[in-house]
């Protein structure tokens, strides 16, 4: 709001006649004067306190940002630890320990603080596979029966198939990547079954693409990535 009433008040200089019409026109103007004032008022305050959420909200995102770092950063040091985790042993693990399954020598994580004495290969409920971290396993014959988050790399000239695990946990991922250029590779999901797009298929399946191709179990369907 802007102050637009303006007035000229009566000076002891001036002639009685001057003093009065100026005194009668202050008088007339001073209520016009005082409401855009107080709305003037008003205003400053509602941009003050405009100002002030404003400023909470950049605290509280600068805030978010600063835990969002701190949580990359830890992850970053776990995913580092993972990599060159030690072989696991019967023992105590606090959530959040990486070790090297003895069986399938792949890395798992530690859910939460307890004993541990069963391969993390075998114990589904205490430890988790980390989210993307596929083995890298060479496949060069056309038929191979592959494993649970396994990255198969299939180097056959001929037309690759592949029986893909039927005992799975939710998480467990599969991906494959074949050298050969054909459109007639395939992978058999057993009596599991694959959701894409609503359409629902089980048994064998033709991966008529190019290309690698990556695929997750949600615990009642495989579904691609």
Same mark, same amino acid.
């Given at each position: 709001?802007?102050?637009?009433?303006?007035?000229?008040?009566?000076?002891?200089?001036?002639?009685?006649?001057?003093?009065?019409?100026?005194?009668?026109?202050?008088?007339?103007?001073?209520?016009?004067?005082?409401?855009? &004032? #107080?709305?003037?008022?008003?205003?400053?305050?509602?941009?003050?306190?405009?100002? &002030?959420?404003?400023?909470?909200?950049?605290?509280? %995102?600068?805030?978010?940002?600063?835990?969002?770092?701190?949580?990359?950063?830890? %992850?970053?040091?776990?995913?580092? $630890?993972?990599?060159?985790?030690?072989?696991?042993? $019967?023992?105590?693990?606090?959530?959040?320990?990486?070790?090297?399954?003895?069986?399938?020598?792949?890395?798992?994580?530690?859910? &939460?603080?307890?004993?541990?004495?069963?391969?993390?290969?075998?114990?589904?409920?205490?430890?988790?596979?980390?989210?993307?971290?596929?083995?890298?396993?060479?496949?060069?014959?056309?038929?191979?029966?592959?494993?649970? #988050?396994?990255?198969?790399?299939? %180097? #056959?000239?001929?037309?690759?198939?592949?029986?893909?695990?039927?005992?799975? &946990?939710?998480?467990?991922?599969?991906? /494959?990547?074949?050298? #050969?250029?054909?459109?007639?590779? $395939?992978?058999?999901? /057993?009596?599991?079954?694959?959701?894409?797009?609503?359409?629902?298929? $089980?048994?064998?399946?033709?991966?008529?693409?190019? /290309?690698?191709?990556?695929?997750?179990?949600?615990?009642?369907?495989?579904?691609?990535?």
């Amino acid at each position: 709001m802007t102050i637009t009433t303006v007035f000229d008040p009566p000076l002891p200089t001036d002639s009685a006649a001057t003093f009065n019409a100026k005194a009668f026109d202050t008088i007339s103007k001073l209520n016009d004067w005082s409401d855009e &004032a #107080n709305s003037t008022a008003g205003d400053v305050n509602d941009d003050a306190t405009a100002a &002030a959420a404003s400023q909470a909200a950049a605290l509280a %995102s600068q805030t978010a940002a600063a835990a969002s770092e701190s949580a990359a950063a830890a %992850s970053a040091i776990a995913a580092a $630890s993972s990599a060159g985790a030690a072989l696991w042993v $019967s023992g105590t693990y606090t959530g959040g320990d990486a070790a090297r399954s003895p069986s399938t020598l792949r890395v798992y994580i530690n859910r &939460a603080t307890g004993s541990r004495t069963t391969d993390p290969a075998l114990d589904p409920t205490n430890w988790a596979f980390p989210a993307g971290y596929l083995t890298v396993v060479p496949r060069t014959g056309t038929a191979h029966t592959v494993t649970a #988050n396994e990255r198969s790399n299939c %180097s #056959n000239a001929g037309a690759v198939a592949l029986t893909l695990p039927t005992t799975l &946990a939710v998480g467990d991922e599969w991906a /494959g990547h074949f050298d #050969n250029g054909r459109l007639d590779n $395939s992978f058999d999901i /057993g009596g599991n079954s694959l959701k894409h797009n609503g359409v629902i298929r $089980s048994g064998v399946i033709t991966l008529n693409q190019l /290309g690698p191709v990556g695929i997750v179990w949600g615990g009642d369907f495989w579904r691609f990535k």
